[in-house]
């Protein structure tokens, strides 16, 4: 089971990651659509996901909706794959270098730098 506890953050992607741009949805839906700027679309900077919502009159549940697509794209899902890949990779490659056979210590005796054991 996992719990909060014992979860570790590995990535977070957030609106600042991402531009928004608003406009006018147009189409059906009447004077309302036409006049406020509801439709919304976001696009990931690193990966160049594009998502877009246009069919709720609240700008504010449009842009929920267009980050959620926006993370369903193909192009989101592979760079992110791509992000946990190369995390995972550094993690190992520290790990690594950090064992005791790998690393020297030193220290000083009689004025010189020695192998300490």
Wanted: proline share 3%; charged share 30%; net charge positive.
């Amino acid at each position: 089971m996992v719990t909060e506890s014992n979860r570790k953050l590995v990535l977070s992607v957030t609106l600042k990651d991402c531009d928004v741009q608003t406009f006018r949805s147009g189409g059906p839906g009447g004077q309302h659509q036409n006049k406020t700027e509801s439709g919304v679309r976001i696009k990931h900077r690193d990966s160049g996901a594009v998502g877009e919502s246009r069919e709720h009159k609240s700008q504010r549940q449009n842009k929920r909706a267009a980050f959620i697509r926006m993370t369903e794209t193909k192009k989101f899902q592979t760079w992110l794959k791509i992000q946990l890949g190369h995390e995972t990779m550094v993690e190992y490659k520290v790990s690594e270098d950090l064992r005791p056979r790998n690393l020297l210590v030193e220290g000083k005796q009689g004025g010189e730098w020695v192998p300490i054991k």
